[in-house]
């Protein structure tokens, strides 16, 4: 019973590289989401997806890309990677009924340097 | 849009003593109410939620927390804490209906059971 995979679970990077972070969910979830947690700031929400094909932003989009191609997969996308980026990164998921609790990952630890 | 304040970011407590976590939270419209839970190194789970009915919910752990609509807080207690809730909680609302079900997380809460 997987639940919410993330992949990877740390990685250190050097200014201006780019990397994906892969999250894939086993429990048939319509709605995923990426967090980024910094100390002091809870999580915030990065960018969101209803359904396979549809992404959305959420409240801190600059700096990154997102791609649902297939249902159970959500991807997230440092295409420059700037020393503000370094941070915890969650993928989430949830059916899509209001209320319903969302699934987390264990995390993946970035920094930039 | 909403937000949430968590006004504690650190309660030291005694183990078998009670404790009470903050939050209020600030919107337009009317909310669901979370409280989620972080144990070191890990994702976040949920602890318990208010959707409607009864303002009093309980939760895993023998945690429960109280909706009061004219304060506009959720706190989350518990009569007796172990060494093995010391973990960062977090209290999060999202809008019912539609919107995503995105949900806006207060800053946390580090809770630290000493013996």
């Known amino acids: 019973n997987a639940g919410v995979t993330q992949t990877p679970k740390f990685r250190v990077l050097k200014t201006g590289q780019s990397m994906t972070l892969l999250c894939a969910q086993d429990?048939?979830?319509?709605?995923m989401y990426w967090y980024r947690q910094d100390p002091g700031m809870g999580l915030r929400l990065i960018h969101y997806?209803?359904?396979?094909?549809?992404?959305a932003k959420g409240e801190v989009p600059d700096g990154y890309n997102v791609s649902r191609l297939k249902k159970q997969n959500f991807l997230l996308g440092l295409e420059s990677a700037a020393p503000s980026q370094t941070s915890v990164y969650f993928c989430?998921?949830?059916?899509?009924?209001?209320?319903?609790?969302?699934?987390f990952g264990q995390g993946t630890r970035l920094t930039v340097v | 849009a909403q937000s949430v304040t968590q006004l504690d970011s650190q309660v030291p407590v005694f183990e078998e003593a009670p404790v009470e976590l903050r939050c209020n939270y600030s919107?337009?419209?009317?909310?669901?109410l979370f409280w989620y839970v972080q144990y070191p190194n890990q994702g976040l789970q949920l602890l318990l939620k208010?959707?409607?009915?009864?303002?009093l919910v309980k939760g895993i752990n023998g945690f429960e927390a109280e909706f009061n609509k004219s304060q506009t807080s959720f706190h989350l207690r518990k009569p007796s804490v172990h060494i093995s809730d010391t973990a960062e909680y977090f209290c999060?609302?999202?809008?019912?209906?539609?919107?995503?079900?995105?949900?806006?997380f207060g800053t946390g809460t580090q809770l630290k059971v000493e013996l």
């Open positions: 989430a998921s949830n059916r899509g009924t209001s209320g319903t609790e969302a699934f």
């Open positions: 429990m048939n979830h319509e709605y």
């Open positions: 997806s209803v359904g396979e094909g549809t992404t």
């Open positions: 919107s337009s419209v009317s909310v669901y």
């Open positions: 208010y959707l409607s009915g009864s303002t």
């Open positions: 999060a609302v999202s809008p019912p209906g539609g919107g995503g079900n995105k949900l806006t």
